[in-house]
Structure formats: structure tokens, C-alpha cells
């Protein structure tokens, strides 16, 4: 068996080696703990500034829906921030009002707590949609392999944009549409309106709703006269019903 001499001096000099690695680690802990307070305040912060965008360009009854989605969504794409938002980590406020609780500490123990102060006012779209023809019922509605709404009108029908917008397409298509007519509203909206028999504006034409961009008609895969009307939101598909006014 060997046996180790150690001295008072190689003692104390691994005692002070020792706090000195624990020391770095309690820093590390301490600099990991507010990097992900920052991160998750940061992301909270981010995922407001989307949301208060969504409330100015996007019709009120649309909203409600997506601010919970994309506060979470926020917090699940950064790891640090998941770390933060455990139990008894902190409080999450926006404007005043909890969203994120932990459970209640034990006398003598403070919970930190993040205040995130954004105003946000509900608004509507910047302009209100209108109906692309000013007669003529539902024959078709939205779903997952139709992706937009039909209007049955008479054929010959003008064709009015919902919305002021500059023209990003205008012509035939060959893959069912036939004459259409692609609008961007701006703010990643914009419309479609086919199956359309005349065209009267072009690329790059500034519209308003009062402009005729053409009138209803049979070109494309069409049983009947009536335009076929999309609205997409950031290249995504969504029910045009949502947009358009009710009928009385």
C-alpha cells in the first residue's frame, strides 16, 4: 500500500482550489439563471410586439384566438426560457395582470417577479373589407380542399377588390382558376378572385374597393357563373368568410 504525505500547506492550498471551483460554479448558476430571465422576458416581449401588430392589421374577431398560441409559442423555442418559467422561478405580468403564477413560497421567500408593459389597443384591419360583388349567395364555403368561398352571381358581374391594394397578378391560369386576379393589401394580405371572364387591370395597378377589376365568368373549372374568392394571410389560406361583412 502507498501512503501519501500531505502537508498543512498542500491541504490548504486544495481547500482554496476548491471553493474557488465552487465559486465559479455558483456564478456560472447565478449568470444562467438571469440569461434566461432575460431570454424569457425578451421572447415575451418579442411575441407582444407580434401580437400588438396582429391588432392593427388583422379584422378583431381574428385576434382573440392567437394571443395565447403565440406566447407560448415564444416561450417553447428557447430552452433557457422553459428553465425559467418552472414553478417557483418567477411571475410573468403584461400590463398588471398575470399570465404565468407560481405557487406561493414559503414565509421569508420572495418570488422575483418580471413586469413586461406593452400598450395594446384593439384595432381593426386598415380598411374594411367588402363584398368582391354587390349581389349573389354563397354556393360554396371554405374548407381543407377548397380553399376559399364561391359567390353565385349573374354572369357578367363586376368584380370589385374588398380592399385597396396594388394588382400582383392579373391573367389566365391553368390550373382550374382560369382568369384571375391576385391583390396585396399589404401586411401579408392579400386576395384572389377567379374564374373571372373579363380583366381590366394589371400588374402593378393601385385599387380601391370601388374599381372594377373585371367581371364574373366561366373561364377555368367551372359548373356556373360565379367568382371564386381566397384570401391568404402570410401565404397562408384562411376562411374569406371571416373578412366579409353578414348579411342582413
Known sequence: MIKLKINKEQIASFEKSKNRLFGKIKRARKSFKLLAQMEAKEAAILALGHVHFQLKIRPRIRVFSRVIAILVLAFIVSDRALSYIKPQEANIRINGQAVLAAPTEPAGQSVSEVEISQNIVPRLSPFSFE??????YLS???SSYHRGIDIATSLGT???PVGSGIVEFAGYTSDGRGNEVIIDHGDGLKT???HMGK???GVGNVVIPSSEIGTV???GRTTGA???FEVYDHDIAVDPASYLPRDN
Open 131 to 136: 363584398r368582391p360583388v354587390d349581389s349573389g
Open 140 to 142: 360554396q364555403g371554405y
Open 158 to 160: 363586376p368584380i370589385h
Open 192 to 194: 384572389l378572385y377567379a
Open 199 to 201: 380583366i381590366y387591370v
Open 217 to 219: 365568368g366561366l373561364t
Open 226 to 228: 360565379h367568382v371564386h
